[in-house]
């Protein structure tokens, strides 16, 4: 039985061989809390079972249609199904295979990255990074993709702040994940803006802002657990992983910040990436 006080008893009675009875009374709240406990526990084990087997199919799926374009667009160029190999549609073909084999790449990429530092064997190599020539160097890598969806990208890092010390590779990473969100979720004739300030308390700011569909708030949780997306599936044709906000995440606590969201749908997002001061202003002299 349960008490007022929310503790457990357990009532046994037991006749004696006089023929009186005895009672004892066991106070079992620890054992049903821990029962309790493993039960939750089993639960949430059942549950992150079950979103990985989602996920592997998911990502069967996401690797299994770019590669029947790169057999099918090889095997065209191979038996030379367009005629003469002077016919343009092969330059076309060949295309088609460097994109689909990209996105593979960057798929199978984002997973080993993500299993390394889960595995806590991925290393930073540090650096003090220029963020202006940085942000120059990856928006503009972008900015090809960003035209390809009519949206306008657009960015202004002032370049007298001072040097971020960090991996400018995984900035870069992190950077492209960011903006490549922004594209793919921005519908044409919409903006992405890339800035950087420093905070009052000295630690700096990079943020990707965008005027895309956003998402509500109780979905950001999980946009930014591994193997999710905050949109439906069925309902969004876009590709993805799931992989680039969790990923973008943990590149982060690797650096010592932290990624932030806001997002309100139908109005766009804003990703920010916080370095903290200990990272701000540390050069070569240093
Ligand atoms: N800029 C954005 N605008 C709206 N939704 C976004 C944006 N960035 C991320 N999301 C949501 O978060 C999810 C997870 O993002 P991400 O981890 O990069 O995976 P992916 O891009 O492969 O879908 C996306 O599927 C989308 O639902
Ligand atoms: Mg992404």
Redesign the pocket.
């Known amino acids: 039985m349960q008490l007022r006080d929310g503790r457990w008893l357990r009532i046994e009675e037991r006749r004696t061989s006089g023929g009186g009875t005895v009672g004892v009374r066991t106070d079992i709240t620890d054992l049903k809390q821990r029962t309790l406990e493993l039960a939750t526990a089993r639960d949430l084990a059942e549950s992150a079972n079950q979103r990985k087997s989602d996920y592997v199919h998911h990502l069967s799926h996401e690797l299994r249609t770019p590669l029947t374009a790169v057999l099918g667009f090889a095997e065209i160029l191979r038996d030379q199904l367009m005629g003469p190999p002077d016919n343009p549609r092969y330059r076309e073909a060949a295309g088609q295979i460097v994109t689909a084999g990209d996105y593979m790449l960057e798929l199978i990429n984002n997973l080993l990255d993500l299993a390394r530092i889960e595995a806590g064997r991925m290393e930073l190599y540090e650096e003090p990074c220029n963020l202006s020539l940085l942000v120059d160097a990856t928006a503009a890598m972008m900015a090809e993709r960003a035209a390809r969806g009519s949206v306008s990208l657009n960015w202004d890092v002032p370049p007298e702040l001072p040097c971020l010390f960090g991996d400018p590779s995984l900035i870069r990473q992190m950077l492209t994940?960011l903006i490549g969100?922004?594209v793919?979720?921005t519908p044409a004739g919409g903006r992405i803006a890339v800035e950087a300030a420093l905070e009052s308390d000295g630690g700096l700011t990079l943020s990707v802002r965008?005027t895309?569909?956003?998402?509500a708030t109780d979905k950001i949780p999980l946009?930014l657990a591994a193997f999710c997306?905050?949109?439906d599936r069925m309902t969004v044709p876009e590709h993805?992983?799931?992989?680039?906000?969790?990923l973008t995440c943990a590149l982060m606590s690797l650096h010592g910040g932290r990624l932030s969201i806001d997002?309100a749908p139908g109005e766009g997002?804003c990703?920010r990436l916080l370095f903290p001061a200990a990272r701000v202003g540390v050069d070569e002299a240093a």
């Open positions: 994940n969100n922004a793919k979720f965008d895309g569909r956003g998402m946009a997306q905050a949109h993805g992983s799931g992989l680039g906000l969790p997002s997002t990703v």
